[in-house]
């Protein structure tokens, strides 16, 4: 019989008031279940809330340099266990252990910049335009942070947001995937052996459609930050316009990398096999287009068929595998039917295009490296976001062409250029519309303490890690402070007195 797992709601681990569970099992063998998950309803988040406004009370009045202490033990704690969290993951989610790792490690380094940012939190001291005045600016908590997080980074997405919502003295809420619950659980558990006083953490598992919209109708719920699909944030971002909730989105991508015909290539086909099929290809940052310049394109698109080719499909808790399944058998279809798109549209399959064949692959959701060449722009398949292992394959005469068709579509979050020449690096870096820009090296590989996010249908204008997301997670104070014992009044008593 397999474990009931819990929420975690008012200090204790705790049985849905739906009675209800959802099976989490492994995507590359289907006849590991990994354990019972609760199926929660809106009574679970109403106790949430309750509970984290109480958490809210005591934490938000902790000195920020105490709750960076918290954090510091947990990025410890973390260290300690990173392996055992890693194969918990990669069990659930399906990436290599690789990956895994390295998603534990984006956690940790998330962990360790909070600790220290207990110790920063800047405000502002600017001067008074008044005599015998100060002005200045902190920064404070904001109230309960409802987190809804996707299965692609079990650990390291929930990380990027509950530690700086965490440090900056809010409470949270966390929704995480149904694909991946067991992770979050254990990072919970992390929190409390931390010192985290209960109920500043709840867990509330369950699907988007109940929990999740609960969270995000919940009117105690100040701020909500949400990574997922475009259409999915799309619905969040009205309800939170009118109900005037703070809220970060991060969604889609359609990355492209642009490789010249002075780029060192043999760095431009590590880079793409990586960026492109990493992950499976389940990555917002995954390098789903490829923009070959004329002269090298036929070069390239062989060798890179023939690299994709020997990539080795399989479970990524065995040693050997650099691929792992999709994540369930929905996302499997959907590169189904891209696949068939593509041909459709007369783009020239060059290697993959079908499910693998044997017995070894029969009980997961596995799908080859798949590419296709002679892809037009302004194509579906150029233009839409897959989430899976397939790389589109563009043609470009310039490098002004290959910045129009990177700009061509609805998203914006990174970019790769590579090249040998400076100029043009520094053009792409003006030109390309992304949040991130990557020279000599793929579109995937954000660093935890630098800003991550995109442009234009990707987000919302904010930015996840880094110095930025701390901005998100608090409200700007302003204090005056007026010691000159009469009124001074501004714009006035000092222009026309
Ligand atoms: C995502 O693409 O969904 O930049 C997150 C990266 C990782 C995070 C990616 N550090 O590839």
Same mark, same amino acid.
């Given at each position: =019989?397999?474990?009931? $797992?819990?929420?975690?709601?008012?200090?204790?681990?705790?049985?849905?008031?739906?009675?209800?569970?959802?099976?989490?099992?492994?995507?590359?063998?289907?006849?590991?279940?990994?354990?019972?998950?609760?199926?929660?309803?809106?009574?679970?988040?109403?106790?949430?809330?309750?509970?984290?406004?109480?958490?809210?009370?005591?934490?938000?009045?902790?000195?920020?340099?105490?709750?960076?202490?918290?954090?510091?033990?947990?990025?410890?704690?973390?260290?300690?266990?990173?392996?055992?969290?890693?194969?918990?993951?990669?069990?659930? =989610?399906?990436?290599?252990?690789?990956?895994?790792?390295?998603?534990?490690?984006?956690?940790?380094?998330?962990?360790?910049?909070?600790?220290?940012?207990?110790?920063?939190?800047?405000?502002?001291?600017?001067?008074?335009?008044?005599?015998?005045?100060?002005? =200045?600016?902190?920064?404070?908590?904001?109230?309960?942070?409802?987190?809804?997080?996707?299965?692609?980074?079990? #650990?390291?997405?929930?990380?990027?947001?509950?530690?700086?919502?965490?440090?900056?003295?809010?409470?949270?809420?966390?929704?995480?995937?149904?694909?991946?619950?067991?992770?979050?659980? #254990?990072?919970?558990?992390?929190?409390?052996?931390?010192?985290?006083?209960?109920?500043?953490?709840?867990?509330?598992?369950?699907?988007?459609?109940?929990?999740?919209?609960?969270?995000?109708?919940?009117?105690?719920?100040?701020?909500?930050? $949400?990574?997922?699909?475009?259409?999915?944030?799309?619905?969040?971002?009205?309800?939170?316009?009118? =109900?005037?909730?703070?809220?970060?989105?991060?969604?889609?991508?359609?990355?492209?990398?642009?490789?010249?015909?002075?780029?060192?290539?043999?760095?431009?086909?590590?880079?793409?096999?990586?960026?492109?099929?990493?992950?499976?290809?389940?990555?917002?940052?995954?390098?789903?287009? #490829?923009?070959?310049?004329?002269?090298?394109?036929?070069?390239?698109?062989?060798?890179?068929?023939?690299?994709?080719?020997?990539?080795?499909?399989?479970?990524?808790?065995?040693?050997?595998?650099?691929?792992?399944?999709?994540?369930?058998?929905?996302?499997?279809?959907?590169?189904?039917?891209?696949?068939?798109?593509?041909?459709?549209?007369?783009?020239?399959?060059?290697?993959?295009?079908?499910?693998?064949?044997?017995?070894?692959?029969?009980?997961?959701?596995?799908?080859?490296?798949?590419?296709?060449?002679?892809?037009?722009?302004?194509?579906?398949?150029?233009?839409?976001?897959?989430?899976?292992?397939?790389?589109?394959?563009?043609?470009?005469?310039?490098?002004?062409?290959?910045?129009?068709?990177?700009?061509?579509?609805?998203?914006?979050?990174?970019?790769?250029?590579?090249?040998?020449?400076?100029?043009?690096?520094?053009?792409?870096?003006?030109?390309?519309?992304?949040?991130?820009?990557?020279?000599?090296?793929?579109?995937?590989?954000?660093?935890?303490?630098?800003?991550?996010?995109?442009?234009?249908?990707?987000?919302?204008?904010?930015?996840?890690?880094?110095?930025?997301?701390?901005?998100?997670?608090?409200?700007?104070?302003?204090?005056?402070?007026?010691?000159?014992?009469?009124?001074?009044?501004?714009?006035?008593?000092?222009?026309?007195?």
């Amino acid at each position: =019989m397999a474990k009931s $797992f819990r929420n975690f709601i008012a200090g204790k681990w705790v049985a849905p008031s739906t009675g209800e569970y959802f099976e989490n099992r492994n995507p590359a063998d289907t006849r590991d279940l990994i354990g019972r998950f609760p199926d929660s309803g809106a009574a679970d988040i109403e106790a949430a809330v309750q509970s984290a406004g109480r958490g809210f009370g005591l934490w938000s009045r902790t000195p920020a340099p105490a709750r960076g202490d918290v954090l510091r033990r947990v990025g410890d704690l973390l260290v300690s266990r990173k392996e055992e969290v890693a194969d918990a993951m990669t069990r659930e =989610m399906g990436k290599v252990l690789a990956e895994t790792r390295g998603d534990v490690q984006e956690g940790i380094d998330t962990a360790f910049y909070a600790a220290t940012e207990g110790r920063r939190l800047f405000g502002h001291t600017v001067p008074s335009e008044l005599p015998s005045k100060w002005a =200045m600016s902190y920064r404070r908590p904001i109230g309960t942070c409802g987190l809804i997080t996707p299965f692609n980074f079990p #650990l390291a997405i929930p990380t990027w947001k509950a530690f700086p919502a965490l440090l900056c003295g809010n409470s949270v809420i966390i929704k995480p995937s149904e694909d991946v619950p067991h992770t979050v659980t #254990l990072l919970v558990e992390i929190l409390l052996e931390a010192g985290l006083p209960p109920e500043v953490i709840q867990l509330v598992h369950g699907r988007g459609e109940t929990v999740g919209k609960a969270l995000v109708e919940h009117p105690a719920v100040g701020v909500i930050s $949400f990574t997922g699909s475009t259409e999915t944030g799309a619905g969040i971002g009205q309800t939170c316009g009118r =109900m005037h909730k703070r809220l970060s989105l991060e969604m889609g991508g359609k990355n492209a990398m642009i490789v010249m015909d002075d780029a060192n290539l043999d760095l431009a086909l590590e880079g793409v096999l990586w960026g492109a099929f990493g992950t499976t290809g389940q990555r917002c940052t995954a390098t789903s287009r #490829l923009l070959l310049h004329r002269r090298i394109h036929d070069r390239f698109v062989s060798r890179l068929a023939d690299a994709a080719g020997k990539l080795r499909l399989g479970d990524g808790r065995k040693s050997g595998t650099d691929v792992g399944p999709l994540i369930h058998e929905e996302s499997r279809m959907k590169v189904e039917r891209y696949v068939e798109i593509g041909r459709d549209q007369g783009a020239e399959l060059v290697t993959g295009g079908r499910r693998p064949a044997g017995a070894k692959y029969a009980r997961g959701f596995f799908y080859q490296p798949t590419i296709f060449a002679g892809v037009k722009a302004g194509s579906r398949l150029e233009q839409e976001e897959i989430f899976g292992p397939v790389l589109s394959v563009v043609r470009f005469n310039s490098f002004d062409e290959a910045v129009r068709i990177n700009n061509g579509v609805r998203y914006g979050l990174s970019s790769s250029l590579y090249t040998q020449d400076v100029n043009l690096s520094y053009r792409a870096m003006a030109e390309l519309d992304n949040g991130i820009t990557y020279i000599n090296a793929p579109t995937i590989g954000a660093e935890a303490h630098l800003p991550f996010g995109g442009v234009k249908q990707t987000g919302n204008g904010h930015r996840e890690g880094g110095w930025e997301v701390y901005e998100f997670y608090s409200e700007t104070k302003v204090c005056y402070v007026d010691y000159s014992g009469r009124l001074q009044r501004a714009q006035i008593d000092n222009y026309d007195a």
